[in-house]
């Protein structure tokens, strides 16, 4: 029924690509074109739609497409891949680990599984003792409100209004920043607070502002309360929300305001966690141990790997009620061997101290830039997690989304992708967030591509606004 046409793929009798075998970059035109076209066809949008290029090879830093085009890939993939794209140590534990374990019953453990427990429980302060292995960011959230839930006996949770904690029930409920229109009620109690965003503090505002914003918005709260508060859920930076991360003494205050209130404090780590921002974990910054701590996207480095930690006393206080979170992938020994990989990696390597000193790095040459570009309002972030806003001039701060969509596209035809946030009513924003694996000169030409898309633009449009 089918021939075979050359040694990477294979054609049926009408010319249709039926399998694809080994080499995805050797594929020819007619091949690609055809699996375009089933991209066009059959695949389901799950958000504004999708490159017009098919991506066929990765490779550290560097993500190849269709056309032979070398992009700097500064997005980490999907903020997951902190080693690169095909780290040789994750290529040999996946084929390592794969000929021996790779997907068991969920109540069985394996010794890569109770190897990372112990690895995570060894990194993190006390009391975070206790690991729970699962798969994506959602999940590892959706463990840790029902933690939370069970532990105290409430079902309200607060999340900041510029988050994004996952997909799916409760953590989407507590998601704020993007997806929430059209799907009816979400979890009952779910109740919002103000991300602190210090860049558009209002004019006049002190330095202590959204410290002091904390006080009035938990009084709000507290009126909205029913009285069955069980946690508040925070990501020390906020990502997806635009990289805003908690000012100084803002994680500290918000602790002890969970503590009056008897409910637990979640970090969610999903992207800030692993050496990504200088710290092993960002809540290392200041110094403030939550109830409960979240890690997925960076722990698997490109796999899917996530993990809910807490305490001793929450965890058997949990199952003497009777937690249940059983899925199908849980303490699955695949992605934990990897995971292990990925912390041994992390610090034979040095990734941690290359995250901080090349995020100085990124973070200086961003801000020369800034002195050249007015349409530059704000540079943000720490390590490997930087922040860049565009806006039409540095006085009225107006948000210019159209201006950040055209350096975006720019950036990415001149061999850079990094990420525009789409947030309403906050223009354009980029996410610069290479692997912790970047080199100086990686940066210096991802700076050098930036600076060139950004006049470019304003010189074919004229204008910022
Ligand atoms: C902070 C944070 N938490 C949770 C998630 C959800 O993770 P996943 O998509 O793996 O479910 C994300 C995803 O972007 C995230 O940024």
């Not at 699996?35 to 190849?64: K, M």
């Amino acid at each position: 029924m089918s021939h075979d046409v050359s040694s990477t793929y294979t054609l049926d009798r009408e010319g249709t690509l039926v399998t694809s075998l080994l080499r995805y970059d050797d594929l020819p035109d007619e091949a690609l074109r055809q699996l375009r076209e089933a991209v066009e066809r059959h695949a389901l949008r799950y958000s504004s739609g999708f490159f017009p290029s098919l991506i066929t090879r990765a490779s550290g830093c560097y993500v190849y497409d269709d056309q032979g085009r070398e992009i700097l890939d500064f997005t980490s993939g999907q903020m997951s891949g902190i080693l690169g794209h095909s780290h040789p140590d994750v290529v040999q534990t996946i084929h390592r680990t794969s000929e021996q374990l790779i997907h068991l019953f969920s109540g069985f453990m394996s010794p890569p599984v109770a190897e990372l427990c112990r690895e995570l429980a060894r990194l993190l302060p006390d009391p975070l003792n206790r690991v729970l292995l699962l798969s994506t960011g959602a999940e590892s959230n959706e463990a840790a409100i029902r933690l939370a839930k069970l532990y105290t006996g409430g079902f309200e949770v607060i999340g900041l209004d510029a988050s994004w904690h996952g997909m799916t029930g409760a953590a989407l409920a507590s998601t704020f920043s993007a997806g929430r229109k059209g799907y009816g009620p979400p979890m009952p109690g779910t109740m919002a607070l103000p991300t602190p965003y210090p860049f558009r503090r209002p004019d006049g505002a002190g330095p202590t502002y959204e410290l002091d914003m904390l006080d009035a918005a938990f009084e709000t709260l507290d009126r909205q309360s029913v009285g069955a508060y069980a946690a508040v859920i925070a990501e020390p930076i906020l990502s997806a929300g635009g990289i805003l991360e908690l000012p100084p003494g803002y994680l500290t205050k918000l602790k002890r305001k969970c503590e009056e209130r008897q409910m637990l404090l979640i970090l969610d780590e999903a992207q800030t966690g692993v050496g990504r921002t200088g710290d092993m974990f960002a809540f290392e910054h200041e110094g403030v141990t939550p109830d409960i701590l979240t890690l997925s996207k960076t722990l698997g480095a490109g796999l899917p790997l996530a993990a809910t930690i807490t305490s001793d006393a929450i965890e058997a206080d949990c199952h003497q009620k009777g937690f249940v979170f059983y899925t199908t992938h849980v303490s699955d020994p695949l992605p934990a061997a990897v995971g292990l990989t990925v912390l041994e990696v992390i610090a034979r390597d040095r990734l941690k101290e290359n995250a901080r000193e090349q995020g100085n790095h990124l973070k200086q040459g961003l801000i020369e830039l800034q002195k050249r570009h007015e349409c530059i309002g704000d540079v943000r972030g720490r390590g490997l997690l930087i922040g860049v806003e565009l806006v039409a001039d540095r006085e009225s701060k107006k948000p210019v989304p159209e201006l950040g969509n055209r350096v975006w596209r720019r950036c990415f035809e001149l061999g850079l992708h990094i990420n525009i946030v789409g947030f309403a009513g906050m223009g354009g924003i980029f996410r610069i967030a290479p692997p912790l694996t970047v080199t100086r000169e990686s940066i210096d030409l991802a700076l050098s591509i930036l600076d060139q898309a950004i006049t470019e633009s304003l010189d074919r449009f004229g204008t910022a606004g």
